[in-house]
């Protein structure tokens, strides 16, 4: 078996990707978008039409400026997830706009607008993973989120507080970055590293790890890979979302994947738990300088991304 085919034996593979093509490829259990890939998908010819659509049914409403644009990309969002839907069998993660992830109240809003819209394309919430920034009232709005039984996917996560404050919250799954973990620990330590000392595979394995020892149903989905090595250090972990670059790398290759993670070895260790007040997760979080640098920046880039596809939308909507 390919490394792919080994992997799905104690892993659940995602596909981290809009493009339909790549997903139909490699025949994952669920997919999960972002911002920046749905911008990237959208510069591909090939779905313009799933724009052009979204701009049609809406332009003529009675919304009007950025309500318009928010309205249309929303829409959007929802065109991409139901026609990933309709290659995986499992879910589909869909972001909200990251320039809300500051705001509980909105993001709850938002949450809600995206399962009604799925629910109108005929797609029931199980299949939709609402994704949200990993800020206090980001857990905050999850937790409202989890209790009308919209699950939702923590995204940017890089500490075991935030990771432990999602559990508390009852949320469906996380998150963690290894890549981007990674990619900190190489500028200021000023070298690579191996996969077996890769410090985002050390931060997602002791997430996993602290969950699985606590009992946590919470669903733990190693994200943002550098290198297949990084993936096969995981291998054992709930659910892994790869990039196609990476799953073709290990579909062409047959060598063994060891099991790394799980939760009967989880179970042996002695982890303390850990405060989950809002106090004690600002203070926590802050003394995180990794952690906190990362969220920050991977919501400023999400929200770039968010103001690109605006003006790519607003300049099809003044066509």
Same mark, same amino acid.
């Given at each position: 078996?390919?490394?792919?085919?080994?992997?799905?034996?104690?892993?659940?593979?995602?596909?981290?990707?809009?493009?339909?093509?790549?997903?139909?490829?490699?025949?994952?259990?669920?997919a999960?978008?972002?911002?920046?890939?749905?911008?990237?998908?959208?510069?591909?010819e090939?779905?313009?039409?799933?724009?052009?659509?979204a701009?049609a049914?809406?332009?003529?409403?009675?919304?009007?400026?950025?309500k318009?644009?928010?309205?249309?990309?929303?829409?959007?969002?929802v065109?991409?997830?139901?026609?990933?839907?309709?290659?995986?069998?499992?879910?589909?993660?869909?972001?909200?706009?990251?320039?809300?992830?500051?705001?509980? !109240?909105?993001? /709850? +809003?938002k949450?809600r607008?995206?399962?009604?819209?799925? =629910?109108? &394309? *005929?797609?029931?919430? #199980?299949?939709?993973?609402?994704?949200?920034?990993?800020?206090w009232?980001g857990?905050?709005?999850?937790?409202?989120?989890?209790?009308?039984?919209?699950?939702?996917?923590?995204t940017?996560?890089?500490?075991v507080?935030?990771?432990?404050?999602?559990?508390?919250?009852?949320?469906?799954?996380?998150?963690?970055?290894?890549?981007?973990?990674?990619?900190?620990?190489?500028?200021?330590?000023?070298?690579?590293?191996?996969?077996?000392? !890769?410090?985002? /595979? +050390?931060?997602?394995?002791?997430?996993y790890?602290y969950? =699985?020892k &606590? *009992?946590?149903?919470? #669903?733990?989905?190693?994200?943002?890979?550098?290198?297949?090595?990084?993936i096969?250090?995981?291998?054992?972990?709930?659910l892994?979302?790869i990039?196609?670059?990476?799953?073709?790398?290990?579909?062409?290759?047959?060598?063994?994947v060891?099991?790394?993670l799980?939760?009967e070895?989880?179970?042996?260790?002695?982890?303390?738990k850990?405060?989950?007040?809002?106090k004690?997760?600002?203070?926590?979080?802050?003394?995180?300088?990794?952690?906190?640098?990362?969220?920050?920046?991977?919501?400023?880039?999400f929200?770039?991304?968010?103001?690109?596809?605006?003006?790519?939308?607003?300049g099809?909507?003044a066509?």
């Amino acid at each position: 078996m390919n490394q792919i085919d080994q992997l799905k034996q104690f892993t659940k593979v995602v596909a981290d990707t809009g493009d339909f093509g790549s997903i139909k490829e490699f025949a994952p259990q669920d997919a999960t978008t972002n911002p920046s890939l749905i911008l990237a998908a959208a510069g591909i010819e090939r779905y313009h039409e799933i724009l052009e659509h979204a701009v049609a049914d809406l332009k003529g409403s009675s919304l009007t400026g950025a309500k318009l644009i928010d309205s249309i990309t929303d829409h959007i969002l929802v065109l991409f997830g139901v026609e990933i839907l309709k290659i995986v069998p499992g879910r589909v993660s869909t972001e909200t706009d990251a320039r809300l992830s500051f705001d509980k !109240d909105a993001l /709850v +809003a938002k949450g809600r607008d995206l399962i009604k819209l799925y =629910k109108d &394309h *005929g797609i029931e919430k #199980e299949r939709v993973l609402i994704k949200i920034a990993t800020t206090w009232e980001g857990i905050r709005a999850a937790e409202v989120l989890q209790k009308e039984g919209i699950n939702t996917n923590l995204t940017l996560m890089f500490s075991v507080v935030q990771a432990a404050a999602c559990a508390e919250a009852g949320v469906k799954l996380i998150s963690p970055f290894v890549g981007r973990i990674l990619d900190w620990h190489k500028k200021a330590a000023g070298h690579d590293f191996a996969p077996h000392e !890769d410090p985002g /595979v +050390a931060s997602t394995t002791k997430i996993y790890n602290y969950l =699985k020892k &606590h *009992g946590s149903p919470m #669903e733990v989905m190693g994200a943002s890979f550098r290198s297949k090595g990084e993936i096969l250090e995981l291998a054992g972990c709930d659910l892994l979302t790869i990039a196609p670059k990476l799953l073709a790398e290990l579909q062409k290759s047959e060598e063994p994947v060891t099991r790394k993670l799980s939760p009967e070895k989880a179970q042996e260790m002695r982890i303390e738990k850990v405060a989950t007040d809002e106090k004690s997760f600002r203070w926590q979080f802050n003394e995180d300088a990794m952690a906190t640098e990362k969220t920050a920046e991977g919501i400023r880039q999400f929200a770039a991304d968010s103001v690109k596809l605006d003006k790519m939308i607003a300049g099809m909507v003044a066509k």
